[in-house]
């Protein structure tokens, strides 16, 4: 049995897929088992490859309901407390970065600024079990009765500081209805009112709003079949790149050279000016978030929607 600890969000288990799909094809006849949050079982099971599912809603104490697994893999962070949370199985070989604090010292050193589906994939290289990294598409669900050919417009975002402006949202939604795209709000039930709050103030009609209506398998099925995303939101900007939705991506706290899409796919862009300046407030969006404007943001959909037209390179069909 394999166990892969990552109790973490939409963005976290999309970044990781490469990293599941590289154990799974390492392991083939092993049992994989995925510690998660229960609430992202939609998601798992269009990544494929995972067996079985335990529930972990983040960091804590992990009662191991089965035998002591062959080989525990930390893709959730750098320790302590998640080697610690790992070690709870009685596993026969741990794989995971070094931390002198949770005295583990066999794995690769840590590296602050990488980018999250390298991260991984390293550390799997470490332990001379090869990733590709380009491996992140998932299974295209069926759009069920979902609208499909929308462009979606996703404000909401957990940390206030990544979420752009609600009117200038409403701005760029504007504008795309008047070019002839159907576009939609999508986010979370707590963040329906702001949802209302842009569809209203971009003319949409309230059923536009989709947010609190479509559990995380109808989003990705939205994602899917969208012919647009545009959010702050790293989470459904990742399931944009996993379908290869045409996107744009507002990005403030962390640069996209850690969490954004791929560099070499044109058709998913992400809009970044620069770190936070000294004395910058936490409870307010992130200044490289405010320093995006509409036009620019305009601009970038031109560019998505023109490079997905194009033929797309060897390697890259269907990502």
């Not at 972990?56 to 525990?72: R, T």
């Not at 962070?77 to 010292?105: E, I, K, V, Y």
């Not at 752009?164 to 707590?190: E, I, K, N, Y």
């Not at 995380?216 to 995303?229: K, S, T, Y």
């Amino acid at each position: 049995m394999i166990v892969v600890l990552r109790a973490l969000g939409v963005g976290d288990l999309a970044t990781g897929v490469p990293a599941l799909r590289a154990l799974r094809a390492a392991y083939p006849g092993r049992e994989l088992v995925l510690v998660a949050p229960r609430w992202l079982t939609p998601l798992v099971d269009l990544v494929g490859g995972v067996d079985r599912l335990v529930d972990a809603p983040g960091l804590g104490h992990l009662a191991w309901p089965g035998p002591a697994p062959q080989i525990a893999v930390n893709l959730h962070g750098r320790g302590p407390q998640s080697h610690r949370m790992l070690a709870d199985t009685q596993p026969r070989r741990l794989l995971a970065f070094a931390n002198a604090d949770a005295s583990f010292t066999d794995g690769p050193p840590w590296t602050p600024d990488e980018h999250e589906v390298d991260r991984w994939c390293r550390l799997l290289s470490w332990y001379d079990i090869p990733a590709d990294r380009t491996n992140l598409t998932l299974r295209r669900p069926e759009p069920a009765g979902l609208p499909t050919g929308v462009s979606i417009v996703h404000p909401g975002a957990k940390a206030t500081e990544r979420r752009w402006p609600p009117a200038r949202f409403a701005a760029v939604a504007r504008d795309l209805t008047a070019r002839g795209h159907q576009v939609v709000v999508t986010g979370s039930r707590g963040e329906r009112e702001l949802c209302l709050r842009v569809a209203e103030l971009s003319g949409l009609p309230t059923a536009a709003a989709l947010a609190g209506r479509t559990d995380l398998g109808e989003l990705a099925a939205l994602v899917a079949h969208a012919r647009l995303v545009l959010s702050g939101d790293t989470g459904i900007g990742h399931l944009a790149t996993a379908y290869g939705t045409p996107s744009v991506l507002l990005f403030g706290p962390v640069p996209p050279q850690q969490w954004g899409p791929p560099p070499d796919r044109p058709w998913h862009q992400a809009l970044w000016a620069g770190p936070r300046p000294r004395g910058a407030a936490d409870d307010a969006p992130h200044p490289a978030l405010v320093a995006v404007q509409v036009p620019q943001v305009l601009d970038a959909v031109e560019r998505v929607e023109r490079a997905r037209r194009a033929p797309l390179p060897a390697g890259n069909v269907g990502s």
